[in-house]
């Protein structure tokens, strides 16, 4: 595990700081009487980002090389960081978000396919168990540092530069071995649409509530009277609660059926969404109520992939994976913005309602598919812990401790015939 350290703690200074950014965004809109919509687009830009940056990523770890990947990526996003600060024009704040997006998946994919590179098999659950805690710590360090600053000035975004820099430095210095080349994972998605339509569905509303929820919930708590220490302590709770709930959500997944454990997650978001739905004004009841809407929550999207992963076969749980990551990226894209839109027509108490009356639609589909499709395998040790955000790429999945090496190598890590068949070409030219 030390040998990794330098990812870890460049994961940690980019995590924190982009989740600092997110937050820091949608506080400074709303106290300059931005219209919610708009912070909710800026959020859906973000996703679209991500989305699109993975081909893109893709491209360039081919072209240049991991390190070279990373450092110009990164440049890109600190550039983004710092001109929010020189222009308050919303129209260059949504394409900023949209090109930060693109560079932090392209430095997600960096990470995570040298991480897979050189973790041993035996190793490969420890090591994403801990990219993945870093990811948690992160997320909550950020918006613990947002609390020292209620002014809501430059400071923040100069914060969110010196982290994400600071970033590049233990990846720029490790002694590690660069790694293979990549290849594209594939992703047959209708399908998979077919294989795990109950994963797929839990997996968009997921996406959609939790999306929402990084996007939207500072906005719903400086509404109803926080202020920008205690916003810091409501967004830090939720997200703390979803990093304590995922050890004993995954002891309880391994003993009951993960498709019951979803919809009863279901049920408990849909009721903790009401209680902060009616809470009108800044109360302990929020903050209590928030903390368990993050255990439910944050413990949708591993349940959801651990029952796809009972229903495929080995050789298809990379491609699963990566359907699943893609889905909820697009729930979070349309559900930041579709949910704004929402508040800004009805009141902050929208964001909570909308997501209660969510929670039944996504009840009532669920339990209609489970009814259609009763085949669940359920095993041992399925349940993988996983963010409540996109802080992963598609490469995620060949960390994934369920995933065989050999099935890795196949999908992610061999080169293309066509660039064998060159290479071999090029050694013959070179015999004769």
């Known amino acids: 595990m030390r040998s990794f350290i330098s990812l870890y703690l460049t994961n940690l200074f980019l995590v924190g700081g982009t989740g600092l950014l997110t937050t820091y965004l949608a506080l400074y809109l709303t106290q300059h009487d931005i219209s919610t919509f708009w912070v909710g687009l800026i959020t859906s830009a973000y996703y679209l980002g991500l989305l699109s940056g993975a081909k893109i990523a893709y491209y360039f770890i081919k072209s240049v090389g991991h390190i070279r990947t990373f450092s110009a990526s990164t440049a890109m996003v600190i550039a983004c960081i710092a001109t929010h600060g020189l222009s308050d024009n919303i129209y260059l704040w949504i394409v900023l978000r949209l090109l930060v997006g693109i560079g932090m998946m392209c430095n997600y994919m960096v990470l995570e396919s040298w991480l897979n590179e050189q973790a041993e098999p035996e190793h490969r659950g420890r090591v994403f168990s801990m990219y993945m805690i870093t990811s948690y710590l992160g997320m909550i360090g950020g918006q613990y540092t947002l609390s020292q600053f209620p002014e809501l000035g430059l400071a923040p975004l100069l914060l969110v530069c010196i982290a994400v820099s600071i970033g590049i430095v233990p990846i720029a210095i490790t002694r590690r071995i660069h790694p293979k080349p990549l290849k594209p994972i594939p ?124 229903r495929v076969n080995d050789d298809e749980r990379v491609g699963v994976s990566s359907a699943l990551l893609m889905v909820f990226g697009v729930g979070a894209g349309i559900g930041s913005t579709l949910l704004a839109q929402l508040m800004e027509l009805m009141g902050h108490q929208a964001l909570y309602g909308a997501i209660s009356l969510l929670t039944v639609v996504m009840f009532s589909l669920l339990t209609a598919i489970n009814s259609i499709q009763k085949r669940e395998k359920p095993q041992q040790s399925d349940y993988v812990v996983t963010p409540s955000d996109i802080t992963v790429s598609p490469l995620s999945a060949t960390l994934d401790p369920r995933i065989e090496e050999s099935i890795i190598s196949e999908q992610c890590l061999e080169p293309d015939k066509s660039e064998q068949q060159e290479v071999d070409d090029t050694s013959n030219c070179h015999q004769k």
Request: hydrophobic content about 55%; aromatic content about 16%; glycine content about 8%.
């Open 187 to 310: 992703i047959g998605f209708i399908s998979y649409l077919k294989a795990i339509p109950q994963s797929l569905t839990a997996v968009f509303f997921a996406g959609i509530i939790n999306g929402s929820f990084y996007g939207l919930a500072p906005v719903y708590a400086k509404s109803i009277g926080f202020d920008t220490r205690s916003i810091a302590l409501f967004m830090s709770l939720t997200i703390f609660a979803g990093l304590l709930a995922q050890w004993p959500m995954g002891l309880l997944s391994d003993k009951f059926k993960r498709s019951i454990l979803i919809r009863i997650n279901t049920v408990f978001i849909g009721a903790i969404s009401i209680v902060l739905c009616i809470n009108a004004t800044a109360h302990p009841v929020v903050l209590f109520a928030t903390f368990a809407f993050g255990l439910f929550a944050f413990t949708l999207y591993p349940l959801s992939s651990a029952l796809a992963n009972s």
